[in-house]
C-alpha cells in the first residue's frame, strides 16, 4: 500500500488544490480586504471549491495510511469540508480566509513531504504542470489543470 498508486494521485491533487489557494491569497496579496471585495466573489467561491476538493480526496485515503501520518488532521479536514457543503451559504468570508491563511500552508506541507516520498518524480510533475510558480521549498501557487494527471 505504501506507495499505491491511489495513493500517490490523492496525495498529487490535495497538492494541486493547496497550491491553486496559495494562488488566490497571493493573486489578492495576502489582503483580506481585497479578498472581500466585491469583484472577488469568484476567488471566494472558487477557494471555497478546491477546499471541498481536498476534503472528498480525503475521504479516498486509506484508512491504514490516515493512521500511518496521523500528523495530518484529516478528520478535520473532512469536517470541514462537510461544514462548507452542506452550509456552503452560511460559511462566512473570515472563515474562508482564515482556513486558507492557517490550515493551508500546513497541509501543503505536510502532503507534498510524503507525496515526494512516495513519488520521487512527483516533483518534476508538479513542476511542469504549474510552471515557475511552483517551488519545493515554498508555498507558492500555479492555475494550470492538473486534476487528470495522475490518473
Known amino acids: 500500500m505504501r506507495g499505491s498508486k ?10 494541486i488544490y493547496c ?5 488566490v491569497i497571493q493573486k489578492v496579496e495576502n489582503d483580506y480586504n481585497k479578498f472581500i471585495e466585491k469583484d472577488n466573489r469568484m476567488l471566494r467561491d472558487v477557494s471555497a471549491f478546491y477546499i471541498l476538493q481536498i476534503g472528498e480526496l480525503v475521504n479516498k485515503l486509506p484508512l491504514e495510511f490516515k493512521k500511518e501520518h496521523s500528523d495530518i488532521p484529516w478528520r478535520k479536514i473532512v469536517d470541514i469540508r ?5 452550509g456552503y451559504d452560511r460559511v462566512k468570508p473570515e472563515t474562508l480566509w482564515s482556513i486558507m491563511m492557517e490550515k493551508i500552508a500546513a497541509v501543503n506541507m505536510e502532503c507534498r513531504r510524503i507525496l515526494f516520498e512516495l ?13 515557475e510558480t511552483f517551488d519545493a521549498e515554498l508555498n507558492l501557487g500555479g492555475d494550470n ?5 495522475r490518473d
Open 19 to 23: 497550491e491553486r489557494i496559495t494562488q
Open 6 to 15: 491511489l495513493i500517490i494521485n490523492v496525495m498529487y491533487r490535495i497538492v
Open 119 to 131: 513519488d520521487p518524480t512527483a516533483e518534476a510533475d508538479l513542476r511542469e504542470e504549474l510552471g
Open 145 to 149: 489543470d492538473a486534476d487528470d494527471r
Open 82 to 86: 462537510n461544514r462548507m457543503a452542506h
